[in-house]
C-alpha cells in the first residue's frame, strides 16, 4: 500500500530504499530540521518583542547577590514569629490540594472519551478544565479574598482551583489510557457507567492520581507562601511585610525556614511516590 | 431460549456483521460458534446482551424483545447473562474475591462499590463460586500475580457468582496453552451440566469445539453455514465454514495475506 505523502514530503523528497530482491521501501526524511528552525525563529522573534537585552544582566546583575547578602546573617531571634504563618501555609497547600484533587476525580471522568460517549460533555468538561488552568493563581486568591475575606480560606481555596485544574488534566488523560476490559466486563453484568468506572477504572488509575496529588501538593508549598501577597494568608503576608520595612535579615530568616520546609516535603513525597511505583 | 428472526447487524462504516440469521437456542444447549476471524462470530455473541445493537430483524431472549431495552431495563436484563472474555477483563490490580464480588456490584449501594466494603453473605457468596472453580486458595492473592488459565477461572467464578441463565463467552481459550485451555473447556462443560446454564462460545480449535460442545454453527461471512450436532461435522462442512480449501485453516497468516 502506498502511505500519503504530506507537504514536507514533496519538497523533501523520500529516499528511496532497494533490497537486493528488487523491492522498495520509502524512508521519509526527518522533520528535525524544520523543527529547530521554528524555535529558532520563535527565540529571535521574542528577543526582539521584549526587549531582552544580555548587557543589561552583565551589568546589573550582581545587584542580585548584593540583596542576597543583606539577607546574611539571618535573624534567628525572628524564629519564633515564622511558625504560625508557616503552618497556615502548609495547612492551606495541604487542605486546598485534597479539595482540590479529590473534587477533580469526577470532572476527570466526565472529561475522559473513553468512558463518556457524548462529545458535548466531553469537550464542555475540557473547556472548563482548560479555562480553570489558566486562571492564575494570585489571581484567584484575590477574588476568593474579597468573597471570603483576608485570610487562609482565600488562600486554600485559591490552591484547590488550581490543583482541581492540574491533577484533572493528568487525570483524564491517564484514564484515557487504562484498559477498559474489566469496564466492559462490569457494563456487561449490568452496571451504570459509574459503578462500572468505581470498580473497574479507579484502581487502576489510584497510584497514578495519588503520586500527580503529591506532585502538586510539594508545588503548593511553594505557590502558598506568596499568596500573602494578596492577603490570602500565610507566609507570604510576612514576606511582603519584611521586604517592605527592608528587614533583610529577617526575610533571610523566612527563606531559610522556608527552604528545609520546601525540601522536607519534597523528601517525604518523593520517598511516597516511590513506594508507590513499586506497587504497580 | 435465545431466538434470532432474520437478525442483520450494519456497523457505521457499512459493513455487514450479520446477515439474515435465523436461530434457536433451548435453555441449557452447550453451543459452539465457529468461523474465520471477522466472520461475525463476536457480533453474534455479542447482540445476545446487546454489547452490539442489532439493524434489522428480531431477537428474543427469554421472552424479551432484545432490541427495545434501555437504561435500568437492560442493565437488569444483563444481570442474568454472565460474560467471558478472551484477555479476562479482571481489574488486575485487586485480589481475586474483590474481582468475584464485583459481580454484586449492581445490586449494592453506591458506597460499597466506591469504597469496596462488601457484606459477609456476598464474602460468602464469592468463596463459594471460587471454591466450584478450584481457587479458593488464591481467592486473597491480587489478580495479576496468576496465570492465564487461573485468572479465567476468576473470570468464570465472578460469573458464577452473578448466578447467570446465559453465559455469553467471547474465544475464552484462545489466549491459554492447550492444556489449560482443556481445563477451562471442561469448567464450562461443568457449569453447562450442573447448573444447566446455557452457554455459547466462540472458538478458534476447532478439535476441542468438536470434543466439548453438542452444538455446532458455523459461520462464514456474517452468514450461519452450518447449524447442527457436533458430530455430524464432516471435512466438507468444516471447508465450506472455513471458505473452500481446508488446507489454509492450519496456516491463518496465509490467509490474512491473501484479505
Redesign the interface.
Known sequence: MEEKLGLYDKIFKPRLITLSNGKTVMEKKSRAPLVILVILAATVLSVHITGFKFSTIMKRGYQFWDYLFRMFPPELSYVNSIWQPLFDTIKMSILGSLIGALLAIPFAMLAASNIIKSKVIVVLTRLFFSITRTLPTLVTAMVATFVFGLGTIAGTTSIAIFTFSYVGKLLYEQIETV?M??F?????????K???F???I???I?PGFIANSLYCFEGNVRYASILGYVGAGGIGLIINQTIGWRYYSRLGMIVVILFFTVVIIEYLSMWIRNKLVGEI | MIKFDHVSKIYPNGFKGLKDVSLEIEQGEFVGIIGLSGAGKTTLIRTV?K?HDISEGSLIVDDVEVKNLKGKA??????N???I?Q????????TVINNVM??F??DLP?WR??F?IYRKEDKIKALEALDNMGILEKAYVRCDQLSGGQQQRV?LA??LA?DPKIILADEPVAALDPVTARQVMNDFKKINTERNITVLINIHHVDLALEYVDRIIGIAAGKIVYDGPSKKITEAILSEIYGGDLSKVGSASELERHD
Open positions: 484498559n476490559g474489566a466492559e466486563a462490569m457494563e456487561s453484568m449490568g452496571c451504570t459509574l459503578r462500572a468505581s470498580v473497574a479507579i484502581p487502576q489510584m | 446482551n454489547m437492560l442493565r437488569r436484563f444483563r444481570r447473562i454472565g460474560m472474555f484477555s479476562f477483563n479482571l481489574v488486575t490490580r485487586t464485583s459481580a456490584v449492581p453506591f462499590c466506591l469496596g473470570a465472578r460469573t452473578q
